[in-house]
């Protein structure tokens, strides 16, 4: 027993002397964002040092040697200066290295993807290990970061290059006829000519693909906008082009809402033709008149979820009259009205007149009949406001409710004051690809 004693104290004992006593930290950020934090107890020491030239590393771009093409070599040169005592250095599409904004950010970029490292001096030196392929047409830039004797990060330099364009084999092109636009719908008859053996197709709201494409190509490798067409515009069936003549119909789309139909289409070889771009616009909704919205409160309902609490949801229905395009609807806890994100209704008002491209069910159209993640035993208000063929919007409705109170033997799930939908979807359009990753690594000599 007494053994048993001194080993549980010496336990205590052990935790005692080891845990943290200073809550105190000390966090450096960098110019990249990056955030490093350090126990102020475990710190013997900050100081300063001044050390003498710059330590960067030239980049001159000479050749691409595409004489192999699954193995492509870039001929280039590497010179340091003498404060440099190594570098690290990467080959990336443009649109990845536009996104690295300055020398912190690189050398985070260049660390983390475990980028090679070269201590010495190269001229005409020979890089190989790519592993993506080159894509004909595209530009590329070779950056490079300098570290100090000490080992820190300083400059980076960077050169540009351009990838000689592909010969195309003939005119590869697609002819698009549209028919059957209606407000949410369209048909689009795609005939290929014989020059073009497969394609690639997307549809996106005006301007959202360049975004999109801005968004995307630094973290995906897209070089250009063909490289999207064809990595999110293949057929859902057979995870592949497109051959020959094809229709098809998009559905749910938005009245009075122009969408960019992308096609890209390529000749024997893959290579990409002239991408086509066929602009459609579905029909309006409503009229030029006032559009007015009806509410209507629903039934309220007790929704057991799998871990055993209670989901409570109140159904509400927006009607729109005939004048209406577009409207948008929410429900909101009382007691908000009057806090500093909705100090008053003109700011509800303002919220439900603002876009909201992250929420797929913002705009609605038709009647709006939904579910509402709600709180018993609260009183809510209803909103909603409705915008004509024309763009205007008319006057806000709005009806107050309170939900029946319930027994407290089960838990409920936690609502926010500005309620949501109740098993709402993200609309994800955007299936990403999986690809052929080419497992090699990038050398130097």
């Known amino acids: 027993m007494k053994k048993f004693l001194t080993t549980i104290l010496f336990a205590f004992v052990a935790v005692v002397m080891f845990a943290q006593t200073n809550p105190k930290r000390l966090f450096v950020r960098d110019t990249a964002g990056s955030l490093k934090g350090f126990l102020v107890e475990r710190i013997d020491s900050i100081f300063f040092y001044d050390v003498e030239g710059v330590a960067k590393v030239d980049v001159t771009f000479h050749e691409l040697n595409l004489d192999d093409p699954e193995n492509p070599v870039v001929i280039c040169s590497f010179k340091r200066s003498e404060a440099c005592g190594y570098f690290r250095f990467a080959v990336l599409p443009i649109a990845k290295a536009d996104a690295l904004k300055n020398a912190a950010a690189a050398a985070r970029f260049l ?11 190269f001229d005409h030196g020979q890089m190989s290990g790519f592993n993506f392929p080159f894509t004909p047409g595209a530009s ?3 950056i ?6 000490y080992g820190i990060a300083c400059e980076m330099s960077r050169v540009d290059f351009s990838v000689p364009d592909a010969e195309i084999v003939g005119k590869p092109s697609v002819t698009c006829k549209i028919d059957n636009v209606t407000e949410k719908t369209f048909t689009a008859t795609m005939t290929p000519n014989d020059d073009c053996t497969e394609y690639y197709v997307c549809l996106y709201a005006e301007g959202e693909f360049e975004a999109q494409y801005n968004q995307w190509a630094p973290m995906m490798g897209f070089t250009c906008y063909g490289d999207m067409v064809k990595s999110w515009g293949v057929n859902p069936e057979t995870k592949a082009g497109y051959y020959g003549e094809q229709s098809n ?21 893959g290579n990409y033709g002239e991408l086509v771009l066929v602009k459609v616009t579905t029909k309006k909704m409503g009229g030029e008149g006032l559009s007015e919205m009806t509410i209507e ?32 609807d929410m429900i909101i806890d009382t007691y908000a009205i009057g ?3 909705f100090p008053s209704e003109k700011a509800i008002v303002k919220y439900l007149k603002s876009e909201n491209p992250f929420d797929p069910y913002w705009n609605q159209y038709g009647v709006d009949d939904v579910a509402w993640e709600v709180k018993p035993d609260t009183e809510y208000a209803a909103y909603s406001i409705g915008q004509n063929a024309n763009g205007e919007w008319g006057p806000v409705a709005k009806k107050v409710f309170k939900t029946p109170a319930v027994s407290k033997s089960a838990k409920a799930v936690k609502t926010s004051p500005v309620a949501k939908r109740a098993n709402a979807k993200v609309n994800n359009n955007v299936t990403l690809p999986g690809g052929f990753v080419i497992k090699k690594n990038l050398m130097i000599k």
């Open 111 to 121: 660390e983390d993807s475990q980028a090679p490292i070269a201590n010495g001096d």
């Open 140 to 142: 590329y830039a070779i």
């Open 339 to 341: 806090s500093p994100e």
């Open 144 to 149: 490079a970061v300098a570290y100090d004797l």
């Open 249 to 269: 119909t998009w559905n749910q789309l938005e009245p009075g809402t122009t969408y960019d139909l992308y096609i890209q289409p390529c000749d024997a070889n």
């Open 297 to 328: 409160i629903g039934e309220f309902k007790e929704n057991k979820v799998d871990d055993g609490s209670i989901v409570y949801t109140q159904r509400v229905i927006y009607t729109p009259n005939d004048q209406t395009n577009l409207h948008r």
